[in-house]
């Protein structure tokens, strides 16, 4: 079991966190909850309602959307990636299924508590906003890549 001082050390090895006051920091270890999940196991599934975000402290995960035919593998997170963060942020249900790939460590904050956060430090609320949008053009990139393959595809 990890003490609150290496849960702190965890959440300021975080870029997203790194900049926060050590006492706040020490709160938020404390009010999280450290959770561990087996290979496979869903740390959250698509379409549920967001009540957290996640840290992960170690190990790796798959992003996973889950469509009619088949699921889909869109990206993999290792240690220090926060997910689950948009359904939080947006009141929207999860976008993907979060799936540990192996033995995933991970803190799990409260929604309260994280939006607590980003009101008391607006400096993470941009720090997140550049996360999603570097995340959004990555996603566009892809997009417009898998685009002219197809119409490629159609035209040969």
Known sequence: MATL??????LRRIPLFAAIDPAKLK??????DRMVYGD????????E????????VKGKADIVVETDKEDLVVAQVGENAVIGEIAILCDV????TVRAKGELVALKIKKEHFLGLVSDFPKLGIQIMRELALRLSATTA???????????????
Do not use: C, N
């Open 5 to 10: 001082s290496e849960e702190v050390d965890v």
């Open 27 to 32: 709160l938020l270890a404390f009010a999280s």
């Open 40 to 47: 496979g196991q869903a740390v959250v599934k698509q379409g």
């Open 49 to 56: 309602v967001g009540d957290a975000a996640y840290v992960v």
């Open 93 to 96: 249900p999860r976008t993907a």
């Open 142 to 156: 892809e997009l417009t890549e898998t685009r002219r393959e197809l119409d490629s595809l159609k035209a040969g």
